[in-house]
């Protein structure tokens, strides 16, 4: 069905990058799209990068390295690169204007049937975007780093046909990806969401002095940590009892955080400066540490978790 | 320091005998305690269970499993378990006036210096229950199951001693246990808030037909749950960049569900009796199913992890 589709990707940043390793990577002739052609050669070294990474932990074999590329071009020219695409993936900067800009070229260099997906984390594209058949457009909102990260959240607009979802989810899928559909904007999609709600409660809690950020940490590492790789909280309640749950819900809920206010850890963090590995000081002190072992680290601990997970 | 210690674990259910077995198989002499001889029958049993899937699971040898049953004393004389006891857990029913009535007994006959934890989740066991010397009384909260799951809560009441709190930390580290303080009685001290809150919203966010639960679920198990393993929520955050988390968080937090009361898919499945396992259905359908297997298969995925995230840490630290 697939067979010779062509995607386009909008925005040759980092996240645009590794989106267009993930489809060259399987077998999607993939163009890169960027109104800055100096931007290639730095998408280019992240895709051999991550290639190598892969290669390294024996997620694929050596020889895909030329086979991706292969598959990966690069275009400073829309007019020429729109009309070849059957998916398109918005990955440019988060600003409504920006965005409305760009699919309204999208929008008349594309075929009509060109399925026009936005990689925003925040926006209310089918508020903001105007384009012919408003069926083929939608939200597909991947997550750091893209190329290994699997969930992909799906998000429909008013107008997005089933078909359209059908269709992105059998692509996403074909790539080993996995994708939660969202049936209509809301902020946050799904897991922003929930980012929201571990920042409040976390955040109520450490404000008011009744435990360390490390405990709230360890609590979660050593418990949902270890389970929610194989089973997610909502199927857990199967096992806790969905009537127990509903007590618990009805004698605790009271108790919790349930105001609007910013999370105060995170405003103290963001006045003094301390904003994490980007200024050398976050929660931990990281001005002795070698951060690019920790940052390299972290991938090839989500590596090999993946594979964990694909094992479970 | 903790050598020749003896500790008393008061009810022998599903909690109380798998705190015992961890005691015992870090070498403490454990006397479980119960009010009827069938109620330590039992508990013997799962005991005998528990330390066969550790030792399956390669978590312990034969050999240990084994000294560690002879470790344990079953019996229903409380005053005669209790009178040397270092550390006594009590785990009876979650009912004030019972706990209330144990601690009173435990205090006639235990040695006026041996810490007093109660496994309590939802009561304020300061204000329930009276002894002599209330500085070594403290909440002591284990994870369901506590052979297997490493976090214990402690929780310090008015009065407790910063002796006992360290006592108690160093002796959980000793099991090999990650304990985590909380700094006074709160509701749900920090799992189960942390659980609820995301209980709630993914709740909300399945009632308001916005996602299917599976995907709420597919969400979580495919972000957090490949992240969690090494990396808490917070910590997180650091990587992120504290900017953007308040950024995201400021965006986001307005919108979130803020019930007092269940919501959405706990209604809907209380409401049609599909409570899960016991019922035969749940979220998911479990009929044909063998629980039992089902069970235990979560278990040793719990344990594949445990092992997963020890050599991660060995690994890359």
Sequence with gaps: MFKNWKILIVGAGTMGASIALTYGM??????????????????????????????????????????????????????????????????????????????????????????????????????????????????????????????????????????????????????????????????????????????????????????????????????????????GPLESRDFIGWDISTINSDNLFQYLCNNSDPMPLAVEMVEKGTLGIKTGQGLKDYRDKDIKKLQSDRTMKILRMLKVAREL | MFENWKIAIIGAGVQGHSIGLEYALHGFDTTIVDMTQAALDNARKLVATAADTLSLMEEITQETAEAAQKRITYTTDLAAAVSQANVIQEAVFENADVKKSIFAEIAKSCPPDAILASNTSTLNIFEIVDVPNPGRLAIVHWCTPPYIMPLVEIVRGPQITDETVNTLKELLLYLGKKPAVVNQVIPGFILNRIGLAIFREACYIAGQGWATPEDVDAALKNT?????????????????????????????????????????????????????????????DYTGVDIAKVLKERNTKILKMKKVARQLNEDFS
């Design chain 1, 26 to 231: 399987n077998g999607f002739e993939t163009i890169v799209y960027d109104i800055n052609d100096k931007q290639f050669d730095k998408a280019k070294e992240i895709i051999n990068v991550n290639l190598k990474t892969l290669v390294s932990v024996g997620e694929i074999t050596e020889d895909k390295i030329e086979t991706s590329n292969k598959m990966i071009s690069f275009s400073a020219d829309l007019e020429e690169v729109a009309p070849q695409a059957n998916l398109v993936v918005e990955s440019i900067f988060e600003n409504a204007s920006a965005k409305r800009e760009i699919f309204a070229k999208l929008d008349r260099l594309c075929p009509s049937d060109t399925i026009l997906t936005s990689n925003t984390s925040a926006l209310n594209i089918f508020d903001i975007v105007q384009v012919s058949n408003p069926e083929r457009l939608l939200i597909t909102h991947w997550f750091n780093p893209p190329h290994m990260m699997p969930l992909i959240e799906v998000v429909r607009g008013p107008k997005t046909s089933d078909q359209t979802v059908a269709t992105v989810k059998e692509v996403l899928m074909r790539m080993g990806k996995i994708p939660a559909v969202i049936n209509q904007y809301i902020p946050g999609f799904i897991v922003n969401r929930f980012s929201g709600v571990i920042a409040r409660e976390a955040g109520y809690m450490i404000d008011q002095g009744w435990c360390t950020w490390e405990d709230i940490d360890s609590a979660v590492v050593n418990t949902f940590g270890l389970r929610w790789v194989f089973e």
């Design chain 2, 224 to 284: 957090y749950g490949i992240r969690w393993p090494f990396e808490g929520p917070l910590e997180l955050r650091d990587y992120i960049g504290w900017d953007v988390s308040l950024s995201v968080g400021s965006f986001v937090i307005p919108h979130l569900c803020n019930s007092t009361k269940a919501v959405g898919t706990a209604v809907e499945l209380t409401q049609k009796g599909w409570l899960g396992t016991k019922t035969g259905r749940g979220l998911k």
